[in-house]
């Protein structure tokens, strides 16, 4: 009898979800067949099996959280496939067998510690915390987090082993009695959803920036007369050359890589107490899906041409969209754009990227009255930029002389183009 186990999947990745069984109890396959899918904070992976022979058992379930090295089936080399589990029956179970048989979830079995068990379910916890757990002993859901949002980081972990007992008698509690008042709380209809890993990993990571950098925006606007104008003039020729649509996003990636180079602060990020400084150029592009906001990368966007650009950014669009992205298109990055234009956003405060220390929010374009340098007045097709940046590197000034180099270059694209 041989166990599927979670693998290692990336450096930063230490846990997911069972967010799907491809197989079921009874099936036969063969070494490197997908068994499952597993929703990680970052994009949805296949975990193949590393032997060929028939599914004995399902460990565990759909929605089960499972970290590196976990069992979460096994499977027998001379079995004989045929097995007449449903997929219900196999969710069942899976659900009910490791409470029996795995020595891990057999506590849930005493009255008392069912309420433990669960609550594991709902602990957020890094995946430095997790590991800072297990060396200790710790059950992560005694131990009280620091974070307004209940994040448990190591630090946590490491004054509940130094001994508060009380913080470990006190958290249950904690956690309970939000919950009771929630559910209590409504004398209308509500829907309760659970947010997915995903969901849950955005919104620590949005909050852990915030109380982390020393995060400031400054906000100007750029004349999109010229860039309209070009493309207009280029469109034709352009897809007829490289089979790609010439589009915004191209003249933005160009002109932030050209102010990256003048402002370099802006393209570091901080470890410890030095400062790295990037003398690559990995563009990230927000992206949003179903799931949430994802940012693939666009590798060494300074050495790629405007047709590079925009056919890197259109492949990473669609795989993000279908699902399709990898772990490599997402780890990494030196600077982000955001564009809630799209959304019809005509102002506001983009959100860093950490460890990123800066992220250009690109909006809307509306025509607007424009006074010209002659004193005439014009009608022009205008849009806010907002840079946001980390305080901790980078000072005011930079971060307003870096937005008015990108404005300038938008607002002359034609050099641009052809340096691109």
Known sequence: MNEIKIPELAESITEGTIAEWLVKKGDKIEKGDPVVELETDKVNVEVNSDFAGVITEIVSGEGEDVEVGDVI??????????????????????????????????????????????NKQDVIASPAARKRARELGIDLSSVQARDPLG?????????????????????????????KSEKTEFDKPVERVKMSRRRQT????????????????????????????????????????HDVKLGFMSFFTKA??????????????IQGNEIVMKKFYDIGIAVSTEEGLVVPVVRDADRLDFAGVEREIGNLGKKAINKEL?????????????????????????????????????????KRPMVMPDDSIEVRPMMYLAVSYDHRIVDGKDAV????????????????????
């Open 73 to 118: 089936a096994k499977i027998d080399e001379n079995g004989e496939a045929g097995g007449d589990a449903s997929a219900e029956e196999t969710k069942e179970k899976a659900s009910e067998e490791p409470k029996e048989e795995s020595p891990k979830k057999e506590e849930p079995k005493e009255p008392a510690k069912e309420d433990t068990s669960d």
């Open 151 to 179: 994040r448990i980081r190591p630090e946590d972990v490491d004054s509940a082993a130094k001994g508060g007992s009380d913080k470990k008698e006190s958290k249950p509690a904690k956690k309970e009695e939000p919950k």
């Open 202 to 241: 955005i919104a620590n990571r949005l909050v852990e920036v915030q109380q982390e950098a020393a995060m400031l925006t400054t906000f100007n606007e750029v004349d999109m007369t010229n860039v309209m104008k070009l493309r207009s003039e280029r469109k034709e020729n352009f897809i007829k050359k």
């Open 256 to 269: 932030v890589i050209g102010a990256l180079k003048e402002f370099p602060l802006l393209n570091a990020e």
């Open 326 to 366: 990898g772990l490599n298109d997402l780890q990494g990055g030196t600077f982000t754009i955001t564009n809630g234009g799209t959304f019809g956003s005509m102002m506001s405060t983009p959100i860093l990227n950490a460890p990123q220390v800066g992220i250009l929010g690109m909006h809307n374009i509306q």
């Open 401 to 420: 002389q870096f937005l008015v180099r990108i404005k300038e270059l938008l607002e002359d694209p034609y050099d641009l183009l052809l340096e691109g």
